[in-house]
């Protein structure tokens, strides 16, 4: 197959074989396309191109990363762009090499999730039911942050859920994840409660609008935005300022922290590892793991902090 013309056209043919044949997720399409773009800048600064470009080209670029200052995972995620994007152009025939093949690279930083306390839970929960201009306002918060809480959903999940997953009161709900992967997760009783509610107040404004003339929202969460829903940077500053009101450090609270909690504090509470994973729609349980690994830290401060024979250490 000849190779497209120009390093704009090589991004988007690979992105859309990404969509197309490995099912990637949107955010991740996105992440890979921002990379490439960046890469192909630097390229192009350096007189080259995706035909040109060796593994001493690649390999620059990479130090270049560094130099700028990005983190080891930002790099990573780069490398892991470029080298799937020339395995691609490898087997469309568009080169005759992967030059980044065999480019070891610098690895994602061993980093425990950020989490929160069953109290700073609670506070959030709290302060949720109050925050609002008026009581739509109010109840809507209050649906977002106890079903984040109660399903770990990630927050794209969360304000991407069509209204019609709501309706009937149900005891579990339908989440698409990553790459379109579906899955059922539980909800808790103030959940379902706080659902019930947010679900008649909405539905009311909604009929007010299509009598007004507007079009009726498939969203649970309608919004302003191009997909008709809450957005992802809308809710991460909602639950700064929902943070703040309740006495929480903000700089240690977004709606991925809520997502550790819950995990977190299921494991606490005696989950088994296999059904988190369930839950929080991971591919591998290695990923799920890493809880393990926050739960022997609190219980190691818990020990060297409480235990009378530890007081003089």
């Known amino acids: 197959m000849t190779a497209p013309a120009g390093m704009e056209r090589w ?50 670029y990479i130090v270049f990363c560094e130099a700028q200052g990005l983190a080891k995972a930002t790099r990573a995620r780069r490398l892991s762009a470029i080298r799937q994007m020339f395995r691609f152009a490898h087997d469309e025939g568009w080169r005759t090499d992967n030059p980044a093949i065999r480019i070891k690279g610098p690895g994602p930083s061993a980093r425990l999730p950020k989490t929160l306390s069953l109290d700073e839970v609670e506070r959030l929960l709290d302060a949720a039911r109050t925050k609002g201009r008026d009581e739509a306002g109010r109840l809507r918060n209050a649906a977002l942050v106890e079903l984040l809480y109660a399903t770990g959903m990630r927050v794209s999940e969360l304000v991407g859920l069509p209204v019609a997953a709501a309706r009937g009161d149900p005891a579990m709900i339908l989440v698409r994840g990553k790459g379109g992967k579906e899955r059922m997760v539980p909800l808790s009783a103030p959940a379902r409660a706080a659902l019930a509610d947010w679900l008649i107040c909405r539905d009311a404004v909604e009929e007010a609008g299509r009598k007004a003339g507007r079009a009726v929202s498939r969203a649970l969460f309608p919004g302003p935005g191009v997909d008709g829903h809450l957005t992802r940077q809308h809710f991460y500053l ?18 991925h922290t809520l997502r550790h909690a819950f995990a977190t504090h299921l494991l606490a509470g005696g989950a088994d590892l296999r059904v988190i994973q369930t839950l929080l729609g991971h591919a591998d349980v290695a990923t799920t793991e890493i809880y393990t690994h926050v739960l022997d830290d609190r219980l190691r401060e818990l020990v060297l902090t409480k235990h009378p024979l530890a007081k003089g250490e």
């Not at 690979?14 to 800048?41: H, I």
């Not at 929902?242 to 709606?255: E, N, R, S």
């Open 11 to 60: 991004i988007s043919t690979f992105l859309e074989a990404q969509a197309a044949e490995a099912d990637a997720a949107r955010n991740t399409r996105l992440a890979y396309g921002r990379d490439l773009l960046d890469f192909a800048g630097w390229l192009a600064r350096q007189g080259s191109d995706f035909v040109t470009a060796g593994r001493e080209a690649v390999e620059d």
């Open 238 to 255: 909602l639950i700064k300022e929902i943070a703040v009101l309740a006495g929480v450090d903000p700089g240690k609270v977004t709606p």
